[in-house]
C-alpha cells in the first residue's frame, strides 16, 4: 500500500520560508517522478515542481528561482523548500507519485495536502 504524508505547513508574512516534507512509503526510487501540486480555492490544481529517478526537475514559471525541490532516498522523503513567499501562494500543497507498472501504464499516488498561508 503506497502511502504519501506531507507536513511543515502553516501561517508566514509577505516573503517568508516554509519548508515542506512528504514521507514516501517503501523506496522512492521505484518512483518514475514525485512532485508537488497545489491548489487554492477556485482554482484547478497546478502544478509546482517534480523530481525525477534521474534528479531532472521542473518548476512552474511562478515559483522558479523561489521554491527548490529535493530527495534523501535514505529517508524516502521528498523536500519543497518555499523562499519569498507571497500572498498568491497561499493554497493546499500535495505531494504526489508515479510508478510506471507496466510499459506505459502508470499510477498516480496522492497525499492529503498540507495549508500553506501567507498574509500581507
Known amino acids: 500500500q503506497v502511502q504519501l504524508v506531507e507536513s511543515g505547513g502553516g501561517s508566514v508574512q509577505f516573503g517568508g520560508s516554509l519548508r515542506l516534507s512528504c514521507a514516501v512509503s517503501?523506496?522512492?526510487?521505484?518512483?518514475?517522478?514525485v512532485g508537488w501540486y497545489r491548489q487554492a480555492p477556485g482554482n484547478q490544481r497546478e502544478m509546482v515542481a517534480t523530481?525525477?529517478?534521474?534528479?531532472?526537475?521542473n518548476y512552474a514559471p511562478s515559483v522558479k528561482g523561489r521554491f527548490t525541490i529535493s530527495r534523501d532516498n535514505p529517508k524516502n522523503t521528498v523536500y519543497l523548500q518555499l523562499n519569498s513567499l507571497k500572498p498568491e501562494d497561499t493554497a493546499v500543497y500535495y505531494c504526489?507519485?508515479?510508478?510506471?507498472?507496466?510499459?506505459?501504464?502508470?499510477?498516480?499516488?496522492w497525499g492529503q495536502g498540507t495549508q500553506v498561508t501567507v498574509s500581507s
Open positions: 523530481i525525477s529517478s534521474g534528479d531532472s526537475t
Open positions: 504526489n507519485a508515479a510508478q510506471v507498472v507496466s510499459g506505459s501504464q502508470v499510477h498516480v499516488y
Open positions: 517503501g523506496s522512492i526510487s521505484r518512483f518514475a517522478i
